[in-house]
């Protein structure tokens, strides 16, 4: 059973960062392909971003890129998304994924295994 913890979340004022985390357990990290997705209320879930096994290659949701970064440690079996500039339309429910198979950092990728999520809120 894999199973990913999200820490990092918080209040922040806009023009802000945040640096979120996701600790994995249950499985091999470096058979996981990551990513990070948000839900804000009333809206669906969205992709954030995600990360390749060996952290060679990213892919960022438009409304982020510039603004975040996604990385992993694979000794430490963590993955971080250090977020810049907040902006209020980035409040939302955070959630670390982890998905098995082949390399697929698109969008729509499926992803197999979720944390329970971290609240990211930020005030204009």
């Known amino acids: 059973q894999v199973q990913l913890v999200e820490s990092g979340g918080g209040l922040v004022q806009a023009g802000g960062s945040l640096r979120l985390s996701c600790v994995v357990s249950?499985?091999?990290?470096?058979?996981?392909?990551m990513g990070w997705f948000r839900q804000a209320p009333g809206k669906e879930r969205e992709f954030v971003a995600a990360?390749?096994?060996?952290?060679?290659?990213?892919n960022y949701a438009n409304s982020v890129k510039g603004r975040a970064t996604i990385s992993r440690d694979n000794a430490e079996k963590m993955v971080t998304l250090q977020m810049n500039s907040l902006k209020p339309e980035d409040t939302a429910v955070y959630y670390c994924?982890?998905?098995?198979?082949?390399?697929?950092?698109?969008?729509?990728?499926?992803?197999?295994?979720w944390g329970q999520g971290t609240q990211v809120t930020v005030s204009s």
């Open positions: 994924a982890a998905r098995m198979g082949l390399l697929d950092l698109s969008l729509g990728a499926k992803y197999d295994y």
């Open positions: 249950g499985r091999s990290f470096t058979t996981l392909g």
């Open positions: 990360i390749s096994r060996s952290g060679g290659s990213t």
